[in-house]
């Protein structure tokens, strides 16, 4: 079946310090990749997705590259921002469209934390 | 603003009574939903796919009787947690695929979710 493993957390940096949250997959086919982040006490909001291989997402400064060789999917952000503060899921969905997409599968979630 | 309504935000219960959420998309038609739970500092869980007009199809694991799940048009879907324990409390949240980028890459937008208490 298909898995996401994120590093573990939780991740405390300063403001403008660098950011790297690790992802990695497993999956039959060719999967849709996305980053999600959770606000503390709020739902989930897409942060930045990308559908096939070497695809790179990007939104708020916030990157990340689908990386078939290496089934990874690593957020990056050059300077992190106090207001960054929140979880981030690495997740995953069966195909590009069509009938299985949609069917999330998430992985456990890295607790950022960025003091000033 | 939002574009998948989630209510109610937050629920408490007595244990041995039922509790309905709802999840309604609120600009466009979505046949497909899914329905996740989250307990505390955790990932959150499939727990099944609801389909308008059909029955819902559960996760391993997941328990039909008790979480009851009804998509009675293509913006709606309400999960029924029934005689709802301590156990179930959690933060429930939905997804709602959008209908109209079926074929190129749907759509999916989350809902706020839901945290159920049962006392």
């Known amino acids: 079946g298909n898995s996401v493993t994120q590093m573990e957390g939780p991740v405390t940096l300063s403001e403008e310090a660098f950011l790297t949250i690790n992802c990695t997959y497993t999956?039959?086919?060719?999967?849709?990749l996305f980053w999600y982040v959770q606000y503390p006490g709020e739902g989930l909001q897409l942060l930045l997705k990308?559908?096939?291989?070497?695809d790179k997402g990007s939104n708020k400064g916030f990157e990340a590259t689908y990386r078939k060789e290496t089934t990874s999917f690593h957020l990056e952000k050059g300077s992190v921002q106090v207001s960054d503060s929140a979880v981030y899921f690495c997740a995953l969905s069966e195909g590009a469209g069509g009938t299985s997409y949609g069917k999330l599968t998430f992985g456990q979630g890295t607790i950022l934390t960025v003091h000033p | 603003g939002a574009v998948v309504s989630q209510h109610p935000s937050w629920v408490i219960c007595k244990s041995g009574t039922s509790v309905k959420i709802e999840c309604r998309s609120l600009d466009f038609q979505a046949t497909t939903m899914f329905w996740y739970r989250q307990f505390p500092k955790q990932s959150l869980m499939l727990m099944a796919t609801?389909?308008?007009?059909?029955?819902?199809?559960?996760e391993q694991g997941v328990e039909k009787d008790k979480f009851l799940i009804n998509h009675a048009s293509l913006t709606l879907s309400t999960l029924t947690v029934t005689s709802a324990h301590p156990e179930d409390s959690s933060f429930y949240i939905c997804?709602?695929?959008?209908?109209?980028?079926?074929?190129?890459?749907?759509?999916?937008?989350f809902g706020e979710g839901s945290w159920l208490t049962v006392v």
């Open positions: 999956a039959t086919g060719y999967p849709s």
């Open positions: 997804s709602a695929r959008d209908d109209r980028t079926f074929h190129s890459g749907n759509t999916i937008y």
């Open positions: 609801s389909n308008e007009g059909s029955k819902a199809t559960y």
């Open positions: 990308a559908t096939k291989a070497d």
